[in-house]
């Protein structure tokens, strides 16, 4: 990444153009001690670090072109003061060129990590289908920090033969641990809900791969490493969603939309028995069982972790998407949804955030009318299977 690819705002790139002119100003009122001149070795070394290396060179050049215009009409052309502030003027002009050179060679090596931790964002928390059945999906993942790019937060969603089922945990700590921890439970999940008919046998599952790849590590992040997560499952053909909750923030439903295009109500789903998080599944306590919840077409689930609802303002008051997105809607799909929130925790917050956020919204679309009921040809063709079976 050279510098030229960075979106300077306007003052930022003139601002070396304004130190050479106040420079070269200062040496022309004072041709005598020209105290201006560390004003011209800053613009060098500013135009170096901020700007392309074409418009450094380019200041470089104004510089030393300044100086000897104000040497020759200050008569100080070919003497031996006149060499020597023609040659200090020529170095800061080259340093500003090598620091530009150092900060584009940085650059390159940046964009290489940076394209390399993309591949693995993408390979271990892929995005998830934009569309499964009546289901319109939308994610998004905003890590704390704006040049990172992994971290502890996973979703994931996916059909199976139970119906589809979606994910959304938030690994404790960070770091390589916590990547390495999501890329095993993300892979346990897309396994183990193809072949298990029960939330709470997926969820059992799920600790199982943990706690056979905790085996590997230290007592102390064995002890202390621990996940929280909601799994969700969409029953083929119900107007339903069943939630089991592992110690994570509850989901929040948007809808039904009411008919006079009002904002949608707002609210959040809690578990009557919260369970543990996985991977302390050795304390003890049996697992809660799923709870099923209505989830007619129009509404919207709205899976978060804590880097939402521990979003906090300037005054340390929590962000709350119940109050939040109530007065935003209605929205047109899990996008709208997602991009109000985002949006929404931006303002609250008003600057970094303290947690990484990810987000996973989805939709019941309205079945079509081809959805509802089989064309005439296919009726016949299921009446004549039917008949002859």
């Known amino acids: 990444m050279a510098p030229r690819s960075v979106q300077w705002p306007p003052y930022v790139r003139v601002a070396p153009w304004l130190l050479t002119v106040g420079g070269l100003v200062w040496n022309a009122l004072d041709p005598t001690d020209y105290w201006g001149d560390p004003l011209l070795a800053a613009a060098a070394v500013l135009a170096g670090a901020l700007l392309a290396l074409w ?24 003497t031996g003061a006149g060499y020597l502030e023609l040659a200090n003027t020529a170095f800061a002009a080259l ?34 289908p934009a569309r499964v059945g009546r289901l319109s999906v939308a994610a998004c993942y905003r890590a704390a920090q704006d040049e990172a790019l992994i971290g502890g937060d996973a979703y994931a969603l996916q059909a199976t033969p139970y119906g589809v089922r979606g994910l959304i945990a ?105 369970g543990l998080p996985l991977g302390m599944g050795g304390l003890g306590g049996a697992r809660p069982a799923p709870e099923s919840r209505p989830f ?40 709208e949804v997602l991009d109000a929130l985002v949006a929404d925790v931006g303002r609250w917050t008003g600057g970094p955030r303290g947690d990484d956020m990810a987000v996973l919204a989805i939709t019941h679309r309205a079945a079509r009318a081809s959805e509802q009921e089989p064309a005439p040809a296919r009726r016949r063709e299921q009446a004549r299977a039917e008949t002859d079976g």
Request: glycine share 12%; aromatic share 4%.
């Open 95 to 128: 340093l500003g060129i090598w620091v530009n050179r150092v900060v584009a060679r940085h650059g390159r090596r940046l964009a290489r990590v940076r394209s390399v931790a993309e591949a693995a964002q993408r390979a271990v928390l892929p995005e998830p």
């Open 170 to 274: 938030d690994v404790r700590g960070k770091g390589l641990h916590a990547v390495g921890a999501v890329s095993v439970l993300l892979g346990a999940f897309r396994e183990d809900s193809h072949r298990l008919p029960d939330l709470s046998a997926l969820a059992d599952a799920l600790e199982d791969s943990l706690l056979r790849e905790s085996e590997r590590m230290s007592e102390e992040v064995r002890l202390e490493g621990f996940i929280t997560a909601l799994l969700v499952e969409f029953p083929p053909g119900e107007e339903s969603v069943r939630t089991l909750d592992c110690g994570h923030p509850g989901p929040y439903l948007l809808g039904p939309y009411p008919t006079d295009g009002a904002a949608p109500p707002v609210r959040r789903l809690d578990a009557a028995d919260p």
């Open 55 to 78: 418009d450094t060179v380019a200041v470089g050049a104004a510089n030393v072109l300044g100086i000897l215009v104000l040497s020759t009409q200050d008569g100080l052309l070919g």
């Open 296 to 335: 007619p077409a129009g509404c919207t689930l709205l899976l978060v972790t804590d880097g939402v609802t521990e979003a906090r303002d300037a005054a340390g008051e929590f962000y709350d998407p119940v109050v939040g997105l109530a007065p935003l809607g209605p929205f047109a799909g899990p996008g």
